[in-house]
Structure formats: structure tokens, C-alpha cells
């Protein structure tokens, strides 16, 4: 073989191992987190449910998450944030296994979420053993700081329950003026809690209970409990649980001739709750601790509400804007320079006020957000409008 034709075929290799070599680097640094814009990756995971019944109350904050990760990789270039979603369908069994997903990636520095309370008590030892930080933007359990005994992971941005039953029991006794109130629940963590909070408040104003159901919320036939509600007469009808059962429930109360008026917590303040109960869902009030953003709230949440549906393509519902500020304080930690676990999670703990678009944010030293309003809305022409805050309507 001509000694030219060596020579070239020679350089051709040595190009060809020096390619795989420069490409071997490239996915080296890719693991290493450095990101291709030259910035360190950062990964924030969002867990919560994105299938299944209630998938929007995982939905929305997940996609107001999206929204400050976009926001800060626009504005800065030296860390890259990216975020990895686990799905737990909001349910309690699903969530240890989701844990084990996302705990051993050590591009995870912190947590929106878990959204539910259930799931979040049941992986609490595990992020507390791992010194991973979670903000939740919806779980509202009041017994949640106290699962894991001296546990500093635990941190959420909407009031638990005592603060809401409290605006409901208000509500109720003040501006609906009722005097015979059922209750029913889903059994679950969050409605169970909120429920009992709610029944304890009435008894404390002497509001006579005159029925107390639970439903299970797999079953598509709540007869039993329309049946007792319906037997029972009363004016005012409570339903602690999410928002597709309590579209069924609302449904098969007003086809069985119950005109009480029907009031739910924040789990049930979805467009899915209007679509379940159908025309029965006309007058519903439903609440919750936080304000939802909307084109017409004015301020920041009218400014988010416009970025929100140009990334996502709808409008921002239940919990949107706490998903938006859970994120913007992990990301603010990163931005400060603390850049691992323990780091991003003695920030959060140290943290004295953040001024976020949903509240201003200060976490007590248990974890839960310092108490602020519960809002009313009610169905009006198949739309979920706001009213008001409890303080302002039961005054």
C-alpha cells in the first residue's frame, strides 16, 4: 500500500478516536451536571399527581413550577434548572416508590411537593433521611410537621387545615346562618382532617350536626350517604375530600332532591368539580387558603396568570401560583450559592420572609407557613368566581 494512503488512513483514525474521545467528555460533564449553555444543572423534582382523578391539582402547580424555571434560566446563566416530575396519582401507596426514584438522583436539590397530605406522610422519614428539602404547595394536613419527630424537611406555603376549617365554620355560622349542617368526607388524610376540624368548630358554635358520612371514594355510588344527608334535612351540606368525588357527590345530592347548600375545601376548587356535578354544581361554594391567579386579579398574580397560559397553553388554576413561589425560593437558594442538599435545606430553614405573588411567605419553625386568608368562590354560570375572603363575608 502506498505510504501516502497509511499516512491518510492513519489520520483518519486518530480523528476518529479523538471524536470519541471529545464526545466521551461531553457526556461526562453532561452527568456531572454542566449544563451545554456552560452553567451548572440544577434539578428540581415536582411530585405530586399528573394522572388520574385529580390529576389538576398536581397539574397546576407543576406547570407554575415550569414557569419560574423558565423565568430563571432566562435571567441568568450560571446555574440551569431543570425539572424532573414524579407521578403519584395522589395516592399514598404509589408515593414510597416514587421516593425511591427521585431521592438517589443527587441532581435533586429540593422538592415541590408531594401535593397531597397522604403522600406527603408517606415519605417524610424518607426525605427527612435524606436531608432532601420539600416545599408543598397544597398539603394541608395540621398533624404533617409532627409524622417524623424533629424532622427539618418539612415545609409548606398554604395554611393547614385548622386555618381553613376555621373560615369555613365561620362562614357557615355567620354569613349562611345555618342551623342544621351535614358533613361528609373521603376518608383520606386531607379530607378526614379538614372534615373533623369543621364538625369540632360547628359543635364549639353550637350548630347542631345532624348527619356525618363518609364515602369511599373508588366507588362511583354514594346512595348511602345521600340517603342519610337527604333524611336528615339539612340547610347546609360540607364536604371534605377532593374534587372529582365531590363533583359525584353534588351530582347524585341534587338528582335525589337535596337543595342544601353545598360548601368544600380547597380540594374541591377545580373546573373538574363543575364538570362532575354538572347543573347540580350551579351555587357550590368552595374554599380555600389561597387566591387563584387570573387575568383579572390585578398585580403580579394578573402578570403571572398572562406568563403561565403563554408556556402552558391554559389558564392557571388551584395552587398554580404556590407551585410558582415553592420553586422561586428553592431557586433563589441555588441562585445564593447553595448548591447541595444540606446547603439549600439550612437556607430554606433560615429563611425570614420571602414575597412571593400568592402571600408573603414565612415558615414558622415547624415548617408550616404563618396563617393568612381563606378565600370563597362559589359556581355561578358554570364558572368558579371568587367572592371574598371568610373575614370579610361572615363579618
Same mark, same amino acid.
Given at each position: ?7 491518510l488512513l492513519r489520520t ?54 415550569? *414557569? +419560574? ?6 435571567? %441568568?446563566?450560571?446555574? $440551569?434548572? !431543570?425539572?424532573?416530575?414524579? /407521578?403519584? #396519582? ?51 394536613? *395540621? +398533624? ?6 424533629? %424532622?427539618?424537611?418539612? $415545609?409548606? !406555603?398554604?395554611?393547614?387545615? /385548622?386555618? #381553613? ?15 342544621r349542617v351535614a358533613l ?157 442538599r444540606a446547603k439549600l ?51
Open positions: 500500500m502506498p505510504h501516502a494512503r497509511v499516512r483518519f483514525a486518530i480523528l476518529a478516536v479523538v471524536g470519541l474521545v471529545l464526545a466521551a467528555c461531553g457526556k461526562s460533564k453532561a452527568k456531572s451536571g454542566t449544563a451545554a449553555s456552560g452553567g451548572q444543572t440544577v434539578a428540581l423534582a415536582f411530585v405530586g399527581p399528573l394522572t388520574g382523578a385529580n390529576a389538576n391539582l398536581g397539574i397546576n402547580p407543576r406547570n407554575g413550577v415550569k *414557569v +419560574a424555571i423558565s423565568e430563571a434560566n432566562a435571567a %441568568q446563566s450560571k446555574y $440551569h434548572f !431543570v425539572l424532573k416530575a414524579f /407521578d403519584t #396519582q395522589g395516592d399514598p401507596a404509589q408515593a414510597p416508590g416514587q421516593a425511591d426514584k427521585y431521592i438517589p438522583d443527587q441532581q435533586i436539590l429540593g422538592i415541590v411537593g408531594p401535593t397531597f397530605s397522604g403522600e406527603t406522610k408517606a415519605v417524610l422519614q424518607k426525605l427527612q433521611d435524606a436531608g432532601l428539602v420539600m416545599i408543598s404547595p397544597s398539603a394541608t394536613n *395540621v +398533624a404533617l410537621p409532627t409524622v417524623v419527630p424533629n %424532622q427539618t424537611v418539612f $415545609h409548606r !406555603v398554604i395554611p393547614d387545615d /385548622d386555618v #381553613q376549617a376555621k373560615g369555613v365554620a365561620d362562614y357557615i355560622e355567620k354569613k349562611l346562618k345555618s342551623t361528609v368526607n373521603d376518608n383520606s388524610d386531607y379530607g378526614k382532617g379538614l372534615w373533623q376540624g369543621v364538625l369540632d368548630l360547628l359543635k364549639t358554635a353550637n350548630i347542631p350536626t345532624v348527619a356525618t358520612q363518609t364515602v369511599d371514594p373508588k366507588s362511583q355510588d354514594y346512595s348511602a350517604a345521600v340517603n342519610a344527608v337527604k333524611a336528615a334535612k339539612p340547610d347546609v351540606v360540607f364536604y371534605g375530600g377532593y374534587y372529582a368525588e365531590a363533583g359525584r357527590l353534588k351530582k347524585q345530592l341534587t338528582d335525589a332532591g337535596v337543595t342544601a347548600t353545598f360548601i368544600s375545601g380547597d380540594g374541591s376548587l377545580d373546573q373538574g368539580f363543575v364538570d362532575a356535578a354538572g347543573a347540580g354544581a350551579e351555587g357550590a361554594l368552595l374554599t380555600c387558603p389561597c387566591r387563584r391567579a387570573s387575568a383579572d386579579a390585578g398585580g403580579t398574580l394578573a402578570a403571572f396568570a398572562a406568563k403561565y397560559k403563554s408556556l402552558n397553553g391554559s389558564d392557571p388554576g388551584t395552587y398554580s401560583s404556590e407551585g410558582y413561589d415553592a420553586a422561586n425560593i428553592l431557586i433563589q437558594g441555588v441562585e445564593a450559592g447553595n448548591t447541595t435545606l439550612n437556607y430554606v430553614e433560615t429563611l425570614t420572609s420571602y414575597t412571593g405573588i400568592s402571600k408573603t411567605i414565612q415558615f414558622e419553625d415547624n415548617g408550616n407557613v404563618k396563617a393568612g386568608d381563606v378565600f370563597v368562590y362559589e359556581v355561578k354560570s358554570g364558572k368558579i368566581t371568587e367572592l371574598g375572603t371568610t373575614t370579610q363575608l361572615a363579618s
